[in-house]
């Protein structure tokens, strides 16, 4: 119980970071946490009074649940949304209790990116690790595009509708980052999608509990899945990686990074390529004003403009 909301404050912490201010909470979630709450009254729920501290204070929308429900209100402002996704971050690094093993050695045979590609899908789709997170019967999620791609645009994990139609350019936000792409003047086919894990990394109410949503991957499944990545980007032989958000950011820079305004927006270098951070397409549907669109399309711009694509007075002008 202590791990789980201890995450909730994690999870805020992590939101704050992302310039969030409000958060929407689904019916599904509250009821999983005053479930937990009254299962374990009498327990101190003194880890999500944490998230207090980390928050800056804003005005509150109480949520009326019992005291750990309490505690995440008075620390972030909850907006109630019909369908709304689960809170992500709801238990530490352990999904029911399965470990990862050390990241494997992958080594691909020299051929053409076709063969290549399906010698790392197989690889992918018959690792042992990887086959833990996702549970019997669960297929990996292997990215979709062009192997000759000059870009490649990478998130840290497939969301639930991702998960469940085989594709990162399902669901939402899927179909906005389509909707970047192609105001790049590019179709999504001529780009190569994917995420850092070819797992959707789920949260747990508890040992054996069921699932109340997504979580952000943990460092260690961030470097477990970076390994595919890297050898994925020695086939494509992308000039630009475009890491969408600071999880997939910090997997590909191997360190930790505090806000994704840190590193956002400047070109570093990732396995031979020229790297660009910039937002998750889920947080321009989630803050979808001018003020926030504009820095991501900018950062998109310099991704036109080192590969090489025309950018007209038009494309200058959006979100202006």
């Known amino acids: 119980m202590r791990a789980v909301l201890q995450a909730i404050a994690d999870e805020l912490q992590r939101l704050k970071a992302d310039g969030e201010s409000t958060v929407a909470v689904s019916d599904e979630t509250m009821a999983g946490l005053r479930a937990m709450v ?16 980390v928050l800056a204070p804003v005005p509150v929308n109480p949520l009326r649940a019992e005291r750990a429900a309490s505690a995440v ?45 399906a010698t790392l899908r197989a690889f992918i789709a018959a690792d042992a690790g990887c086959a833990a997170q996702l549970g019997p019967g ?33 669901g939402a936000s899927g179909e906005l980052l389509a909707k970047m792409i192609g105001a790049m003047g590019l179709k999504p086919e001529a780009v ?7 797992w959707r990394p789920q949260a747990l109410a508890a040992e054996g ?5 997504d979580r952000p991957p943990s460092s260690a499944e961030l470097v477990y899945g970076e390994v ?11 000039q630009v990686v475009v890491a969408l958000g600071q999880e997939a950011a910090q997997g590909l820079k191997a360190e930790k990074i505090k806000t994704l305004a840190e590193v956002r927006g400047q070109w570093t270098e990732y396995a031979g390529a020229a790297l660009m951070v910039t937002c998750k397409p889920s947080y321009l549907l989630r803050s979808g004003t001018n003020r926030t669109k504009r820095p991501a399309w900018e950062e998109l711009m310099k991704v036109m403009e080192r590969v090489g694509l025309p950018i007209s007075e038009k494309q200058r002008g959006y979100f202006l």
């Open 138 to 170: 669960v297929k990996p999620i292997f990215g979709v595009g062009s192997l000759d791609a000059k870009i490649v645009f990478v998130a840290d994990a497939p969301s639930e509708e991702e998960a469940r139609a085989g594709s990162p350019l399902a």
């Open 38 to 53: 009254k299962a374990q009254r009498g327990e101190r729920a003194a880890p999500v009074v944490a998230a207090a501290e």
């Open 228 to 238: 595919f990545f890297r050898a994925l980007v020695d086939i494509v032989q992308p």
């Open 209 to 213: 509990g069921a699932a109340l949503g």
């Open 192 to 198: 190569f999608v994917t995420t850092l894990l070819p």
């Open 73 to 117: 209100a008075a620390a972030v402002p909850v907006v109630p949304a019909a369908g709304a996704a689960p809170l992500r971050g709801l238990v530490a690094a352990k999904v029911g209790g399965r470990e990862l093993p050390a990241p494997p050695a992958v080594v691909l045979p020299e051929g053409d990116k076709a063969a290549r590609w």
